[in-house]
């Protein structure tokens, strides 16, 4: 969706970090969310943040969230090729209507 | 537990046949969602429903309505097919506005 951008691909080694990043328009969202996407499947919640939090830790990933700039980034640390997969931003606004970007595409090489 | 069911699962129409996506959820969630997932373009929202007997526009509603039949069910109808709406169509639900569960997918062919 337009109101949500990432770039479309990331390419890391594995066991380096990786760090995908995106940015909203809605400055009402509640929450944002970090969704991972494997071939063929639906889309599985990875992890979330509330609007007034900086940052969230949750083992190997760190979502950092900066409001004023709107500007979102997921870090996942020790790259695996199982982590392989489009990985979605989103944010969802208080009318319940959650609007996602177009994916960034993960590749990690061994 | 079966989460979000979608039926079917693949499906081609000639261009001008109608057809209905069937998407059920068993968690009680108040909100139900219909997107459709294009490459490069991520997922764009066709319509929503806040809440039993309610449903809303997304950002590409054109050649599409829905029905939010009860809590559970919330199906897409495609009145006459195009070329252009050749996609993976997801239904996906929540409670309000936390995490959404996603179905498996619809991947719809218009020849």
């Known amino acids: 969706g337009e109101d949500v951008e990432q770039s479309l691909f990331l390419s890391v080694r594995e066991g380096d970090s990786s760090v995908i990043n995106c940015t909203y328009t809605?400055?009402?969202?509640?929450?944002l969310y970090w969704y991972k996407q494997e071939p063929g499947a639906g889309l599985q919640l990875l992890t979330y943040?509330?609007?007034?939090?900086d940052m969230k830790q949750d083992q190997r990933l760190t979502v950092l969230l900066n409001k004023k700039d709107k500007h979102l980034s997921l870090r996942i640390a020790d790259t695996q090729t199982g982590d392989s997969a489009i990985y979605f931003c989103a944010e969802s606004r208080e009318n319940n209507d959650m609007r996602f970007g177009a994916g960034t595409r993960l590749t990690v090489k061994p | 537990n079966a989460g979000v069911t979608q039926t079917p699962k693949f499906q081609v129409l000639k261009t001008g046949q109608s057809m209905t996506l069937q998407c059920a959820q068993d968690?009680?969630?108040?909100?139900m969602y219909w997107y459709r997932q294009d490459p490069g373009m991520g997922l764009r929202l066709i319509y929503y429903?806040?809440?039993?007997?309610?449903?809303d526009k997304g950002e590409v509603p054109n050649g599409y309505n829905v029905s939010r039949l009860n809590k559970r069910e919330f199906s897409l109808r495609l009145e006459s097919a195009a070329p252009s709406q050749t996609s993976v169509y997801f239904c996906?639900?929540?409670?309000?506005?936390?995490?959404?569960?996603f179905g498996q997918g619809t991947r719809l062919t218009v020849v």
């Open positions: 968690m009680n969630h108040n909100s």
């Open positions: 429903s806040a809440s039993e007997g309610t449903t």
């Open positions: 943040i509330f609007s007034n939090m």
């Open positions: 996906a639900s929540s409670f309000r506005n936390t995490e959404a569960f």
């Open positions: 809605d400055s009402s969202s509640t929450y």
